[in-house]
């Protein structure tokens, strides 16, 4: 049912882009992590459709989306999100958050409004610099040099103020071996660089 659901939305973001005038790519891959649904080239977007494939335990879904943020937005300037099929209280990361996002409802697109994702991505990353420089983030042996219970305590009160999953900083700066987290080890130490390098960098289609 998922992957119906998924076609359709897909269908019907091309076909209203292009009505607009847009140049419209579907299924852009930008490396082995990253796929964009749908790409907007004439404004550089990429659309993420959520469907019920992604449900999963509350925290894996959160982690999950995060890591959608860092990574995309390597290689576009906007990424936005497009929910099928499901209701606003399946996706509570969304709204914990504070991210914008769409919904298909009727043949239509309903706008929920929120922060756009590269600001959320911005106030994660500034929160894991309040931390340690992003060079501790990725070395190992970090933990060792840290009080542990200074930096516990820094976590959840960060983790508070940003509404982010509960153990997100805490895995990030524990655990490399989740999933989300190696992915994102590769990808912090260029988010760390000025914006107008990482947008002279950008590697989007037709670049």
């Not at 959840?156 to 103020?161: F, I, P």
């Not at 997100?168 to 390098?197: C, H, I, M, Q, Y």
């Amino acid at each position: 049912m998922y992957r119906e659901l998924h076609q359709e939305a897909e269908e019907f973001l091309v076909r209203k882009l292009k009505r607009m005038g847009h140049e419209v790519e579907k299924e852009v891959r930008q490396d082995s992590f990253c796929i964009f649904d749908v790409y907007d080239k004439t404004t550089d977007t990429a659309w993420e459709i959520l469907t019920a494939k992604i449900i999963k335990p509350s925290h894996e879904h959160e982690e999950g989306i995060l890591t959608k943020l860092f990574r995309y937005l390597l290689y576009c300037r906007d990424l936005r999100f497009l929910v099928v099929g499901l209701w606003d209280e399946d996706l509570p990361a969304l709204h914990r958050l504070k991210l914008r996002h769409w919904h298909l409802r009727d043949k239509r697109l309903v706008y929920h409004p929120g922060l756009p994702a590269r600001r959320i991505a911005e106030r994660v990353l500034k929160a894991m610099l309040e931390i340690a420089p992003i060079e501790e983030w990725t070395r190992e042996g970090r933990r060792k040099d840290h009080p542990k219970k200074a930096v516990e305590e820094r976590f959840r009160e960060l983790t508070q103020k940003l509404g982010l999953p509960k153990n997100f900083l805490l895995g990030l700066w524990r655990d490399w071996r989740l999933n989300w987290v190696w992915k994102l080890e590769e990808v912090l130490p260029r988010w760390s660089t000025p914006s107008s390098a990482r947008s002279s960098s950008r590697k989007g289609p037709g670049k």
